[in-house]
């Protein structure tokens, strides 16, 4: 019987273990984050939402968590370049900035990764260098279907710890 009770409580256990989001951030540490005031959003192209309504959620908690760190949107010149990458479906490669329109000044440097099913991933990018400055990843973010409201807990959750940490402290 105590071994019943032991592995039912393991059980337990690491299943609210395989079920946390994890995250994960990089940034270049040549980079002086002090120096973004400003951001607006890139389409880091061959990727897609979810559907329209996600990502305008993820735009909207990203916008809210930048501003209280104080960066201002705009959509002239800016400081910092701001995308973001999902995988819902299945995993898949994903490629990073491979913007190449003249409207970006033909920045054509890309990146690739895998990230797993239901991964957000937030890039960040300078400008000026045309590289990447900012990744995060949170996984067990998004689902297809469920509950609406517990989806956008999972998000709410995800953005607030992929930019917990950014800037990054000297």
């Known amino acids: 019987m105590n071994l019943i009770r032991t592995i039912a409580l393991g059980a337990v256990c690491f299943n609210g273990i395989a079920t946390a989001q994890k995250v994960v951030s990089q940034y270049d540490r040549a980079t002086d ?14 990727t897609t939402a979810p559907n329209q309504i ?9 916008n ?6 104080g960066l201002l949107q705009s959509e002239g010149n800016t400081d910092l370049l701001v995308g973001f990458q999902t995988s819902v479906d299945q ?9 190449g329109s ?6 054509g440097q890309a990146t690739t990764s895998i990230i797993e099913v239901g991964t957000l991933v ?3 990018y300078d400008p000026g260098q045309k590289q990447l400055v900012w990744r995060s990843s949170a996984t067990k973010t998004l689902t297809r279907g469920g509950n609406p409201e517990k ?11 992929l930019l917990k940490d950014f800037p990054p402290k000297k």
Do not use: H
């Open 54 to 62: 996600t990502a305008q959620n993820i735009v909207g908690l990203v």
């Open 122 to 124: 937030v890039d960040m």
């Open 151 to 161: 989806n956008y807990e999972r998000l709410e959750k995800a953005v607030d710890k």
């Open 102 to 107: 003249p409207r970006m000044g033909g920045m």
């Open 33 to 46: 984050f002090s120096k973004f005031k400003t951001y607006k959003w890139m389409i880091i192209q061959a």
């Open 91 to 99: 995993q898949r490669q994903i490629n990073g900035f491979n913007n």
């Open 64 to 69: 809210t968590a930048l501003g209280e760190k």
